[in-house]
C-alpha cells in the first residue's frame, strides 16, 4: 500500500508525481497567462462572497488559536503527538497532503476534458492548487514558525493541510455534497495526522485548511466571471457585437 513505502521511496515517487503535475501544465489553455490575470489569481479569496466569508472567518479562527495556543492549542497538539491516536492512518494523511488527489483528478479531467464541464473543472482545480501552494509556501518562508518538533522553521501555514482542502473545495464546488463530504473528511484526516505527526500547530492547520478552501472558491468566481464575456467590436460588414467564451 502506499502508506506504508518507506520515506525514501515516498519522496521518490512524490517528485515523479511532480514532474506529471508540471507536465500537465504544457495542454491547458492560456487562461492564466495575462499578467493582470495572474495577479488577480493571487488575491482570488478576495473576489466572490464566499470566498471572503471563508477567509476572514478562517483568519479569526487562526488568530484566536494562536493568541490562545499556551491553553488550547499547544496542549492540544502535545497531547496528539504523544498518543499518536491515528496509528496508520497518520501516514495515509500525511501521503494525500502532498497533492496527489489534486494531481488524480487533475489527470482524469484532462483524459475526459472534451466531456461536460471537465475542461473547467481540470483548470479549477489546477489553478487552486497552485496559487494555494505558491501562497503557502510564501508565507512559510515570511513567517518562519519553527515547527512542534523542532525540525525547521516552515511550520505556519500546513502545506500538507492547504493541499488536501483546495481538493475538497474544488470536488465540493464542482460535484457537490455526495462527493465533497467524502473529500471533506479525507482533508480532516490531513489535518489531524500534520498534529498527530508532531508537524503542526492547530493554528497552522487552521490556516492552511483557510487559504485551499478561500482559493477555490475565489479562483471559481473569478473564473466563472471570464468563461462568457460580452464585447464590441468593429467589423467590415458593419457589425459591432461579440461574444467571447474562454475555455
Do not use: C
Request: aromatic share 12%.
Amino acid at each position: 500500500m502506499l502508506y506504508s513505502f518507506s520515506k525514501s521511496r515516498r519522496k521518490i515517487l512524490i517528485r515523479i508525481y511532480l514532474t506529471v503535475f508540471f507536465v500537465l501544465l504544457l495542454p491547458f489553455n492560456s487562461a492564466s497567462a495575462d499578467t493582470g490575470d495572474v495577479l488577480k489569481k493571487f488575491v482570488a479569496p478576495l473576489y466572490g462572497e464566499t470566498s471572503r466569508k471563508t477567509l476572514l472567518t478562517g483568519t479569526l479562527l487562526t488568530t484566536f488559536f494562536y493568541t490562545t495556543r499556551k491553553t488550547i492549542g499547544n496542549p492540544l497538539q502535545k497531547d496528539m503527538a504523544e498518543d499518536r491516536p491515528m496509528g496508520n492512518l497518520a501516514h495515509f494523511g500525511d501521503t494525500m497532503g502532498q497533492m496527489i488527489p489534486n494531481i488524480a483528478y487533475m489527470a482524469a479531467t484532462h483524459i475526459l476534458r472534451n466531456k461536460g464541464r471537465n475542461r473547467q473543472r481540470r483548470n479549477l482545480m489546477f489553478e487552486t492548487t497552485l496559487f494555494t501552494a505558491l501562497t503557502t509556501n510564501t508565507l512559510k518562508t515570511v513567517v518562519g514558525e519553527e515547527r512542534p518538533s523542532g525540525g525547521d522553521t516552515r511550520s505556519f501555514p500546513s502545506g500538507h493541510t492547504a493541499n488536501a482542502f483546495a481538493f475538497a473545495a474544488v470536488v465540493g464546488i464542482e460535484h457537490g455534497k455526495k462527493w465533497g463530504i467524502p473529500a471533506y473528511a479525507l482533508a480532516s484526516i490531513v489535518a489531524a495526522s500534520r498534529m498527530n505527526d508532531n508537524a503542526h500547530y492547530l493554528h497552522d492547520v487552521v490556516a492552511g485548511a483557510t487559504l485551499g478552501i478561500s482559493y477555490a472558491y475565489g479562483i471559481n468566481a473569478l473564473n466563472k466571471k471570464s468563461e462568457g464575456n460580452l464585447g464590441f467590436a468593429p467589423y467590415k460588414d458593419g457589425g459591432m457585437f461579440s461574444y467571447q467564451r474562454n475555455f
